[in-house]
């Protein structure tokens, strides 16, 4: 828990380069931008692209670098401490370097795989500053320690993913998902705003540590030069609006990871959305919404004092609720799907749902909560590789011109063996069999549910598993068992994004032996808030 | 002790043999026969320098390699336990590869086998698998084995896999003792568990006891009543004694299978379709003599359960005479020797069971060299005969081929028990034990000895008269075919095998010549001091597995006791008379009808029992009608089960997962507004449920 200014240990840096990740993708975007009014008309794919996947990787070695070297741990246990910068809006721990990580390796692979896909298309320069941008609010969000400064991050990610997912402006579907995002969005910012709104009409505060404060000692309080206090007199939480605050801000971050019911915009939006796109937002955005639900809900909102007030909300049995929910029906509706680009649109809502296990695999007494936040992280990074790769691939499949359907794919094991290859391998890991990272994520999240003997948690994790495995199957089936239909489609293997896929899939198999470690940090990560 | 340095190289050597032949052998003069037969014979060359070494009063018991470590758990490993027992094993192992291997090359090579390399490979598989299983210091490790035993008695039985007959009969012969086994591996299973160890004899560093084996754990929770540490016993809610008979009966199963002891013994007969050496290889030293020297390896564990040395007594007794009465119409020569292997090795259960020790361990290795003996001489007339079997086919044959007729005769006078061959001298022991322990023990158990003991005593009268009949019938007479008339010749690669363990057949008897010794009151018994061992201290101290304390065992804890009514030199010779007489009796009654230059078939006169006799009591009938008419129906029901109900289930998921799928497809309707109302909808639908259980409104 961070409640006390820690003192900047890096070194002699001063206290905002701990944001470095975040400044490095925001500099990326301003460059970006300043080729483009430079040379407004630029199609110089090479030059942008170059700048974004420079800019992006910076970002990422910085936070891997931050990861090891120990910001965020405190200096008692050997580390540098833990910055908190602007009076506690922002504060680079363990858990928000961990999400920069993801977010960076995601937008660097995005945004090498974009390098064939947009060739063709115009206002390229904006497509990649977008991407930026949007990076930038993902990153700073993993980052907010308020209420405040985290509703201004989620519109920074939320704004250009309308714009980019409305990129190909001549195709209505394009234009058609990203319109319905957009309102969506509106709704559930809408709905996220009032429950900030509602808690800070409770608590009195803003701040996630002094919401806690407020909650734990049942007054409301008032920050004070950065330090804070009970209100005058002494007035006391109102349980219920808080409840219905809280309710709300789960609504809010419910929209950004697509779980259920907040998750109409996600297959519509990645469907339409150009593929590089649709990986973008179902990996680092739904990272970037979990960053968030983590965050509030470890922090700001304790549950042990939560369920120690009967009348206040047991987010737990909210999470429970919305975890079992949203992993039915993404994965059920996964299994019917023609298109595989859909499917994959589900799945990745299924996903959520066993991210949101997480917060969920709770003891009745609120214990257990650094395990299984871990486990969800962990999953969220191998998700961050694999999930990404597979939509890679569908840009890939676009990019030939292969049709939607998984009929289409029929025998494109033959023409690109090593794409395909490395499909199987994120769709497999996907699904949860130990040929990648997938299966140890899993398991983890499954181990967190058996910790505290939740047993419908665990239960529904193994039966959309179960089933997620013949979804997943099809596209393997089709590309490797059945004949193809005669034409050669495979005319040229696109660098860029045959790079980005053999990454991710190099990635997604070193993420076997390496769980072990990415666990371990997770798990430090989480015992840290 | 640098003999058991190299122990582990018995073992080995035949299995680079196998490597050899297999991947080399084609490349190879002989298709790999020389291999085999260098790997062998240095495999005999260190096991008599072993066995030596044991003479010396040296023994080995270690660990040589894990393969599970078990953390607080039980560990698994290999290990090497030579003491007297398996020393005389291994020489007997050995020796008889090493002629099978010599003989094969008159038997297959002569021959233009085909597919030597594959015959010459099982040969080397199976003889290091039996190396292995001797040598096995510990159960799983003799289990596993065991089954590679097994496995390589199928390959080689099936050798000849392109007929109808050999491929049909390797399948019996795995499945049948694969049934056996099943109860074996459960006994496994129940020993390590109950015991933490499958030790068969205590690993001693320094004079201290640094493993203890489950022989002598189980010896010390029945007589002292040290089952503390033993938790298994109250998970079965059963005495020490109940439990050990039951473990103990469950090892039974599987040597019950491989020592084709009825029950399971229907797997032999047909084994005969596999090349002849092969035979003698499986008859005399690996696979049949497996499961008699697994009950003489943890004999400790039988000796303190009078019930499962009633039931080895019993079974051993009963097969030595059904198997005996089976041999007496065969028409075919392997046929009768497969029915004596059957018998013979019911005498060496029938010994186990009641206390003889050192008896079945005298039979077991008598038997290995006149039955091996008997197999290759058989071979050798069908090399003559170009590979026709049937006796009647035969006659004559003394003439033509002399040394196959002497060396045969020679095991044909052990087999019936004729003095003064090997034979004689240990079915003498045999029953001479199951008798004086039938007199001296009481109750049940004294009933079961003697109803065995009268088993054996007539088997030996048909004994005789079997192995007469089958010598009268090939080498006596007339010759009766035109190939009988002018046989084709066989080499010295025949004729050598042949001639040593003609030697041998005639003068093994000699190592433990008991009545000799009492009569004569001369230390002429050498098997007897060999598995005895000193009297004070030495290897039976440290390994617990010398005959002496079995006997103290039997004696103490079982109640197996000695009788001798007319004292003990009168009891001996007594017995020894009497079964010599029948075994007279039966060779004279064969003589008398099988004898002259035409002998014809008697065996109508037996009638009925002709037809009883021939049919092998129907036990194929009824083990088949098990299969088919029991387990498969059953079987049937199952897989009903599994495809109505299990696959019904599975598949009702499946429809009910697309069909629900489907629905919530429909949610998605497109229409934006509606997703507008759902979102808000779920959103109002939580607030009021966690509203009306938080009491908020």
Redesign the interface.
Known sequence: MVTQVAPLQMAALPGWTALAPVLALAVTALVLLLVDSIDPDTTDTSLLAGISVVGSLVSLALAVWFVVGGTGIPTGQGGQGTPVLFNGQLVVDQLALFFMVIVGSVTALVTLASYDYVREHSYQAEYYSLVLLAATGMSLLSATNSLASAFVALELVSLPSYALVAFLKKNKGSVEAA??YF??GA??SA?FAYGISLVYAATGVLRFDAVATAIESGVLQTVVDGSVQAQAGEPAVT??IL??GI??VI?GVAFKTAA???H??A??AYEGAPAPISGFLSSASKAAGFVLAFRVFATAFPIQALIAD????NWV??FQ?LAIATMF?GN??????ETVKRMLAYSSVGHAGYVLIGLAALSSSGEGLAFSLSAGMAHLLVYGFMNTGAFLFIALAEYWGVGRRFEDYNGLGREAPLACAAMTIFLFSLAGLPIGGGFFSKFYLFSATMNVGAWSLAAALVINSA?SL?YYSRVVKAMWIEEPDGEDRVESYPTGLYTAVVAAAVATVLLVPGFDYVSSVAFRAATLL | MAAFTYAPAIVLLPFVSFLVALFLGDRMPKGGALAGIAATGGSLALSIWVALTVAGGGVYNEFVYTWVAGIESVTLRFGLLLDPLSALMLLIVTLISFLVHIFSLGYMNDEDETGLPRYYAGLGLFTASMLGFVVANNLLMAFMFFELVGLCSYLLIGFWFREDGPPSAAKKAFLVTRFGDYFFLIGVVGVVATFGTGLFAPITEGGEVVAQSFPVLAEHAVVDGETAGIAMLDTVGLGPQAWFTVLGLLVLGGVIGKSAQFPLHTWLPDAMEGPTPVSALIHAATMVAAGVYLVARMYGFYAISPTALAVIALVGGFTALFAATMGLVKQEIKQVLAYSTISQYGYMMLALGSGGYIAAVFHLTTHAVFKALLFLGAGSVIIAMHHNENMWDMGGLKDKMPVTYYAFLSGSLALAGILPFAGFWSKDEVLYEALIHGLGSEGGLATSYIVAYAMGLLAVFFTGFYTFRMVFLTFHGEPRTDTARDPHGVRWNVKGPLAVLGVLAATVGFINMKPVAELTGAHIDFLHAWLEGPEEGGWPAALVTDSHHYGELLHDVAGVSAGEPLGSIGTLLASAAVSLALAVAGAGLATTLYRGPDPVEHTDKLGSLKTLFMHNYYQDEYQVWLATGLTYPLARVMDKFDQGVVDGVVNGVSSVSLFSGQRIRRIQSGVVSNYATLLTLGLVLLLAAFGIIGGWF
């Open positions: 319109l319905k309102l969506i709704v559930s709905v349980m219920s409840g219905v309710l709300m609504g259920v019911p907040f109409f915009w297959p519509e009967g009348g206040a909300l049995v909210a609720i029906i059920f509706a996964a299994a019917t799907q089933l013949f």
